[in-house]
């Protein structure tokens, strides 16, 4: 069963970057029917996608997001990553990475369980 | 970007009551609206794909249908375990956008 896994600092300075990873167990990365994504929900509020990327290295960023944001992957490692850069309060959310399947019409079918990343000095 | 938007954003019901949430998007989406179930400090768990396919394991009782701007998500007969925020997703074109929520709880 694929299982998603967030992991990484959960305070982050302001004007730093934030950098998350998530490590997919129980299948592979690579496989060429899903891309993986990240979304993120600050505290009490809706949900807000971040980018997708797929085993090959595309990438599909929001454009509100786009010019500080940064997906990876490491087929190595099945994991991929999450870079968002000079952070503010406003960053403050639970990320979560997640996997939009195309048997599912491209909706996240499975999440990972969050991580919460606090913006403060 | 496609706005999503749900109504209502919260309601109150008894168990075993029929629930019924809508979600409209700001240009035709076709059949690509998907509902999502969060209950607190939990992740997203998706119900309902392409408007009206339900997912794997998830009980009967919740439906779909919709397509183009307007859906809808219907709860025959709420349980106990449906007191939630139900989010609508379109997956119709990139950047995907989620609905604001609707809170489901109890009377």
């Known amino acids: 069963q694929l299982q998603l896994q967030e992991s990484g600092p959960g305070l982050v300075k302001p004007s730093e970057t934030l950098s998350l990873t998530c490590t997919v167990s129980?299948?592979?990365?690579?496989?060429?029917?899903?891309?993986w994504g990240w979304i993120r929900q600050p505290p009490g509020k809706g949900l807000e996608w971040i980018g997708s990327?797929?085993?090959?290295?595309?990438?599909y960023y929001n454009p509100s997001l786009k010019s500080r944001v940064t997906i990876s992957v490491d087929t190595s490692k099945n994991q991929f990553s999450l870079k968002l850069s000079s952070v503010t309060a406003a960053d403050t959310a639970v990320y979560y990475c997640a996997r939009p399947s195309m048997a599912t019409s491209d909706a996240f079918d499975i999440w990972g369980q969050g991580t919460m990343v606090t913006v403060s000095s | 970007d496609i706005q999503m938007t749900q109504s209502p954003s919260s309601l109150s019901a008894s168990v075993g009551d029929r629930v019924t949430i809508t979600c409209r998007a700001s240009q035709s989406i076709s059949s690509y609206l998907n509902w999502y179930q969060q209950k607190p400090g939990k992740a997203p768990k998706l119900l309902i794909y392409a408007a009206s396919s339900l997912q794997s394991g998830v009980p009967s009782r919740f439906s779909g249908s919709g397509s183009g701007t307007d859906f809808t998500l219907t709860i025959s007969s709420l349980q106990p375990e449906d007191f939630a925020t139900y989010y609508c997703?379109?997956?119709?074109?990139?950047?995907?956008?989620f609905g604001p929520g609707t809170k489901v709880d109890i009377k």
């Open positions: 997703q379109q997956s119709y074109s990139t950047p995907v956008t």
């Open positions: 129980g299948g592979s990365i690579s496989s060429s029917s899903y891309y």
């Open positions: 990327i797929y085993y090959s290295g595309s990438t």
